[in-house]
């Protein structure tokens, strides 16, 4: 994909980059499996049946506390259990970080602008910069739950652009996802798709050269 759109781009401006499966390693820890398990639950039950709120945090339909609340009301969590599930869901949703696409991602800020663009779930900004300081790494965030918009809706990656102060046709997208790459891509955008870092960093480099 990269090399289709970047022989039509000038010269690239920001860099975007994604953090759940690219600045963190997010692999399934099977928490919700295990709860369903000791809950007595069918496998996905308790996905169908939390399905709204999941969707509402996602887009800050919904606070943190409405979130606990509803998971304890409709899973019939005692306090330890709720304290305990909302701490397994948070330790699968940070992961761990990418060292080396984060370090690399932060010393972008010396060649360009930088910006993150983050389908993300209410409480997320302050659990990333506590764990990995993302503020600190960039200069824009936008995350889904704040800005009421997910990926992939044009919109969503307009509004990071406006906020980085370039064209859709001056930036880089890097997303583990294909249809969040194909979203950035019907703007604009120059988009990549993450399969690993060697090959996300030079798709990035090779697009940076193209200006």
């Known amino acids: 994909m990269t090399e289709a759109l970047g022989s039509v781009l000038g010269v690239i ?6 953090i759940g499966g690219v600045l963190e390693w997010t692999p399934p820890t099977g928490h919700v499996e295990r709860w369903e398990a000791s809950l007595g639950l069918a496998p996905g ?22 979130v606990e609340a509803a998971f304890a009301e409709r899973l019939s969590l005692s ?3 709720l304290t305990a599930f909302m701490s397994g869901f948070w330790d699968e949703y940070l992961g761990t970080p990418n060292t080396e696409l984060i370090e690399y991602f932060g010393g972008l800020r010396t060649r360009c602008r930088t ?3 983050s389908n993300s779930f209410v409480g997320a900004r302050e659990r990333e910069q506590e764990r990995y300081g ?3 790494l960039t200069e824009v965030i936008v995350y889904s739950h704040e800005v009421g918009l997910a990926k992939p809706d044009p919109a969503v990656y307009r509004l990071v652009c406006q906020r980085l102060e370039v064209a859709p046709e001056e930036a880089v997208f890097l997303d ?3 249809g969040a790459v194909e979203g950035a891509a019907t703007v604009g955008m120059a988009a990549v798709l993450f399969r690993d870092n060697a090959q996300a960093i030079a798709d990035v480099e090779k697009l940076l050269a193209s200006g």
């Open 45 to 66: 039950e308790l996905n169908r049946t939390m399905e709204d709120v999941w969707r509402a945090g996602r887009i800050g339909g919904i606070s943190e506390g409405e």
């Open 115 to 117: 910006g993150i663009l």
């Open 13 to 18: 401006k920001a860099v975007v980059f994604d």
């Open 134 to 136: 993302f503020e600190d």
């Open 176 to 178: 583990n996802r294909e």
């Open 79 to 81: 306090p330890a259990d």
